[in-house]
């Protein structure tokens, strides 16, 4: 009988179990005239099968496509390179895999620019990567103000949002519209530490206090005696940093826990609107947060939505729009460089002024890379407010781009 | 009732058994006399079809039962009370009765059973595993009394008790063998065996060397004792 | 006081998926000698089978409390009797490999088909709310899963101890070659016995629908929680795994009172402290050298 030895084997065979990162890059392609291999590539690096695949995934590569449509549509003749591809990677939210992956795109796969890159310390190998190949990266789905910050560089630009921004949009005007006692649930590791440190720093100069902070261990299913443990404390206001499933989890639980009827709000750190769709505006109504964009806002907004579900059959997410934003705007600088030289390309960018259906009154910072623009306050919709699918967000504030972000100057970033 | 033919049998490149052949008549009682590891309990685990790497024949009744899983022979009426008795830790004393199916029309029933062996009727409730020895040795006996089984084959079933329950074992061993029962016995225990047994067989390394008469048996004893080792 | 009230009804609440399921594995284990390491991914199953069948056919937990388990009755004996079965002549290590496999399948093919961020469930009104007891309000609906687990885990026991087919299970798991050797067809339990383990996993998963996120991950790290559970109530042991899940439900939620970030932690402490008193669990018995 060898039953409890095989027990024992479990744990090792789970160990066993390991993801393999892809093997070395090839040497880097060489440079010919002003395009090299004639074309221009763009490559997006991000979760296409874990938690973060509906919130950007595999239809930000969809959307970059119509970037690329719409910038040959503009230029037709006059367009600089004819040869435009897109291609993608998945990098499992490992920064090991994306760093491996990052170097074979540059390498052997001739990538001009990585777009999108979700998860922190992701986003931040793949920065390393840029900086070292000298090779363009526009983020658009991590959250660490690193990236603009102590670790930013010449090749690295941050799009759509980042913890300062989210921080700074829920925890001030909450605090300012009277939720002073404010308790956190946080995700015990970098990004959770990081939202905690940006909260607090907000809720503070809204006036209010953190009376307390949980850590939790991530990721977790049960949160209920946690939230009872901070609904003890009688604060105003509960702020979760978590994401994805475990915020789904939290939210559940919190909506079992009676203290909404004992009015302790929710509000919500970090959130995305297809975590409202999957789990339903109910559970959801009420909380606020901060969106870096929404498909309904207007007019302009709306009918690039449209076109975008008439491709995927989903409403888009801010990442969808703002991977569509960013390879836009890195191909309007490669035609007004002429190249895709990457320091020509830099030096379009910087200081640009831009306006499209992502950014609005927006800007690429030359002196952090940080891409500002307007942020939205949103609130869920109740079940009676919604008219169609995905209709969930009202929009109860617009954060002007230059209060939106941290200011450049606190950046810490030198280049 | 009981035929075995050329029965050889391995474990993996091991032949643990070499072209046995022997029976077991209606209401006879029958020894297999052996030192360890001779193949005495690896020629048991052939009858009940707990072995299967083997070649030969067993029939019961005429009935070729060589390729059977076990729970169709012990249903076609071989009952087996095995060397470590075979209590069940997680079934009351009842349970463990109530058990295996009952098989024939010669079947005990509970009185008759709690009759003979009064020691399990005050511990009916109690856990398997919680009598003593020579009560878990009666238990296993009268499991397979109570399904009516035709044919039993007992595995060393003196071994390591008291000799007023050895005794004890003999008299149902006797029972049995009147009731038209016929036994396969296993023993070490020679003399034991000779007082029960009609005809013996001796096997060593997986052979069997001779079979004889129980006259035989008394006569030879102490030059049988030498020869097997025991 | 009224905290360690709401801490004891939370525990017991999480505990009760965990020993529901842990029931499961127990059964499974015990007359297959398979570790199911699908067990968490059935949990789930049942879990996107509840949600789905709202959605589609409005299907309420009523009756998804009934018509899930059975449907998951008939997938677990599906998967013993196509899969499982062929390996169980071979080393235990096969078939905890093929229900690993099976996981990662079964993961992969619920997130191709319903995506990763989860299913929403809306349960019925009737479990809204709370009940005031010692002026604490107490969620109706984690009672009610308290209420369920406990019946089932009482009809479980009853099964086990009042009938024949009770009584075969308990000699099947405990010596499968004896029984088979006393007349008992062991292999015409096996299919129902995996089928009811499964079953049971289902439930759980059932009850966690309105409670929990319903993703194609959520039983990923419900399965190593499981696994402490029965090594904690003893490996096989019925009554072990009914013990060792509440027991690690009230560990998890008094160590997320006292001690957060070590919540999940104390469950391997609490494994290695019994594991270390007791090798075989609370209620397991020392396995016999032959």
């Keep these: 009988m060898n039953k409890r030895r095989t027990v024992a084997t479990a744990s090792m065979v789970m160990a066993g179990v390991l993801v393999t990162a892809g093997c070395g890059a090839g040497g880097p392609s060489a440079g010919g005239g002003d395009f090299t291999d004639d074309k221009v590539v763009l490559a997006l690096l991000n979760d296409a099968s874990g938690v973060y695949k509906d919130v950007s995934g595999p239809n930000s590569k969809i959307a970059i496509q119509m970037a690329i449509d719409d910038y040959q549509e503009k230029y037709g003749d006059e367009a600089v390179v004819d040869d435009i591809e897109v291609t993608s990677a998945d990098h499992q939210n490992e920064p090991d895999i994306a760093n491996t992956k990052a170097q074979e795109l540059y390498d052997r796969e001739g990538a001009d620019v990585i777009l999108d890159v979700p998860t922190s310390s992701a986003a931040l190998a793949v920065a390393t990567q840029a900086k070292n190949k000298k090779k363009l990266y526009m983020n658009v789905g991590a959250a660490t103000t690193e990236l603009t910050g102590a670790q930013c560089n010449k090749y690295t630009f941050h799009y759509a949002y980042d913890t300062w921004m989210l921080a700074n949009g829920t925890g001030t005007v909450v605090t300012e519209d009277g939720g002073k006692n404010w308790q956190l649930i946080y995700p015990d590791y970098a990004f959770g530490q990081d939202m905690v440190k940006s909260f607090t720093g907000a809720i503070e100069a809204g006036g209010g206090k953190v009376a307390g902070t949980i850590a939790t261990p991530f990721p977790n299913d049960n949160f209920a005696t946690y939230i009872t443990k901070a609904g003890a404390a009688k604060p105003q206001v509960i702020g979760t940093m978590h994401a994805g499933g475990d915020l789904i989890n939290l939210v559940k639980q919190y909506n079992e826990s009676g203290l909404k009827d004992q009015g302790i709000d929710l509000a919500v750190g970090l959130m995305f609107i297809s975590d409202i769709h999957s789990l339903g505006v109910e559970a959801f109504e009420g909380t606020i947060f901060t969106d870096a964009w929404y498909w309904n806002l207007d007019e302009k907004s709306r009918e690039w939505a449209d076109r975008f579900m008439e491709e995927t059959g989903d409403r888009p997410t801010y990442a969808h729009a703002g991977n569509y934003s960013a390879a836009l705007q890195y191909l309007e600088a490669v035609q007004a460089a002429g190249t895709d030289d990457a320091d020509k390309v830099v030096e379009e960018l910087e200081g640009k002024k831009v306006e499209d259906m992502f950014l609005r009154n927006g800007e690429i910072r030359a002196e952090d890379h940080r891409v500002i623009h307007d942020v939205y306050l949103a609130r869920v919709k109740g079940p009676a407010d919604v008219k169609e699918d995905w209709d969930y967000e009202e929009i109860i504030k617009t954060i002007p781009a230059e209060e939106a972000f941290r200011p450049a100057s606190e950046s810490g970033c030198s280049m | 009732m009981l035929e075995v033919e050329n029965l050889s049998a391995w474990y993996g490149e091991a032949q643990a058994l070499r072209e046995a052949t022997l029976s077991v008549a209606e209401g006879e009682v029958v020894t297999l006399v052996g030192r360890n590891g001779a193949g005495k309990t690896t020629l048991v685990r052939c009858l009940m079809g707990l072995h299967k790497h083997l070649t030969g024949s067993v029939r019961l009744d005429g009935r070729d039962i060589t390729t059977l899983p076990a729970h169709k022979r012990a249903r076609a009426g071989l009952g087996w009370v095995q060397d470590d008795r075979g209590i069940f830790a997680n079934l009351s004393v009842e349970e463990n009765l109530l058990l295996p199916p009952r098989v024939s029309e010669s079947a005990w029933t509970l009185e008759q059973v709690y009759d003979a062996f009064p020691a399990l009727g005050s511990r009916r409730r109690a856990g398997g595993t919680t009598l003593s020895g020579g009560e878990q040795q009666m238990l296993a006996v009268a499991r397979v009394l109570r399904t009516g089984a035709r044919v039993l084959l007992l595995d060393e079933p003196s071994e390591g008790l008291a000799p007023v329950i050895v005794a004890q074992i003999g008299d149902i061993v006797r029972t049995a063998k009147q009731s038209g029962i016929g036994v396969l016995l296993i023993e070490q225990n020679v003399r034991f065996a000779a007082t029960v047994a009609d005809r013996h067989y001796l096997l060593a390394q997986g052979r069997l060397v001779e079979s004889l008469d129980n006259d035989e048996f008394v006569e030879r004893q102490d030059e049988l004792l030498e020869h097997l080792g025991i | ?290």
């Design chain 3, 1 to 290: 006081m009224n905290a360690v009230l709401q801490y004891t009804v939370q525990g017991l609440a999480a505990g009760s998926f965990y020993a529901l399921a842990a029931l499961g594995l127990a059964v499974i284990f015990g007359v297959l000698g398979v570790v199911n390491f699908a067990h968490g991914a059935f949990y789930m199953l049942g879990a996107v089978a509840a949600a789905v069948l709202l959605d589609t056919v409005g299907m309420s937990l009523w009756l998804a409390l009934i018509v899930v388990p059975l449907l998951m009755l008939v997938f677990g004996m599906l998967v013993e009797r196509l899969l499982v079965r062929w390996l169980l002549p071979l080393d235990p290590l096969y078939n905890l490999l093929l229900t690993f496999g099976l996981t990662l399948l079964l993961v992969d093919l619920v997130k191709r088909r319903y995506g990763v961020s989860g299913l929403p469930y809306e349960r019925p009104s009737a479990l809204d709310g709370r009940v005031q007891l010692a002026g604490v309000g107490l969620p109706v609906y984690q009672l009610f899963v308290i209420g369920v687990a406990l019946l089932v885990c009482l009809g479980v026991w009853l099964l086990m101890t009042r009938t024949r087919v009770g009584m075969i299970v308990r000699a099947a798991t405990e010596r499968p070659e004896l029984a088979g050797a006393l007349g008992i067809n062991v292999g015409r339990w096996v299919t129902p016995v995996f089928g009811f383990g499964v079953a049971l996993a289902g439930l759980a998963g059932v009850l966690a629908a309105p409670f929990r996120a319903i993703t194609a991950e959520m039983g990923s790290d419900f399965i190593i929680i499981l696994f402490a559970v029965v090594v904690i109530g003893g490996l096989g042991s019925i009554v072990g795994a009914v013990v060792g899940g509440f027991l690690v439900g009230l560990v998890e939620a008094f160590g997320q009172a006292y001690a957060p970030t070590f919540a999940q932690v104390l469950i391997f402490v609490l494994m290695a402290v019994v594991v270390l008193a007791r090798p075989a669990g609370l209620f397991g018995r020392e396995e016999a050298t032959a």
